[in-house]
């Protein structure tokens, strides 16, 4: 009998913990999580990082100016937000057709330690082909994280491990390098791509 009530017990003890953890994942890494409140990404002119993409270049803000944007911030090993995410991204840019080309589609890593040019290289190369992973030493991602205004944070885990959690929005820029909006986590493509063709068609307005 008492065996059987602390069985019921660790049982209720494990559902507790993974509720907690689940709940934390989802106010932290998932749809659940704010964002920072009255904190806008600067414009890209206002930038001043440099990272490296996947290729081994050298890239800044000025990359991206000249094409709207979207900028993704997580790290190859997430377990669920990156890769659906990834698989979104990638969802949008093929109903674009041909308008993707018109498109930066970036991936910035939160997690350099693990995240060498190598390994974004071969993690984004299971997505779109038009998707750039961009990454750098611990400085150059603080730096470009603090003025995108996107958070991440290493959490550590079981067997000296760790996790990074990190904001979960994709951030959409026009062509100009004017912030335009967020892509909430499985935002609807629905909604998703006309975000995307209104900074693009905003774009096309003010260069006329």
């Known amino acids: 009998m008492r065996r059987r009530a602390f069985l019921g017990r660790g049982a209720a003890g494990l559902g507790v913990l993974g ?119 611990e400085a150059q991602i603080a730096r470009v994280a603090g003025e995108f205004r996107a958070r991440y944070e290493r959490v550590p885990t079981e067997g000296d491990d760790y996790t990074m959690n990190h904001t979960a929005s994709v951030f959409l820029f026009d062509a100009g390098g004017r912030f335009v909006s967020t892509i909430d986590y499985h935002e609807p493509r629905e909604i998703a791509v006309p975000k995307i063709r209104r900074a693009m068609n905003e774009a096309a307005r003010g260069a006329s």
């Not at 934390?24 to 206002?46: C, H, I, K, T, Y």
């Not at 930066?104 to 290289?121: H, L, Q, W, Y």
């Open 19 to 137: 509720l907690t953890l689940f709940a934390g994942w989802w106010q932290v890494d998932g749809p659940g999580a704010p964002e920072p409140v009255g904190l806008r990404p600067l414009a890209l002119q206002s930038m001043d990082f440099r990272l490296t993409d996947h290729d081994g270049k050298p890239v800044g803000p000025g990359s991206l100016i000249g094409r709207a944007s979207i900028v993704f911030f997580g790290f190859t090993y997430c377990p669920d937000v990156c890769p659906t995410t990834l698989s979104d991204i990638t969802g949008w840019l093929d109903t674009l057709g041909e308008d993707a080309e018109r498109l930066n589609a970036v991936f910035i890593t939160v997690d350099p330690e693990r995240d060498t040019v190598k390994a974004m290289a071969e993690y984004v190369g299971y997505f779109h082909p038009a998707v750039r992973g961009w990454t750098g030493s």
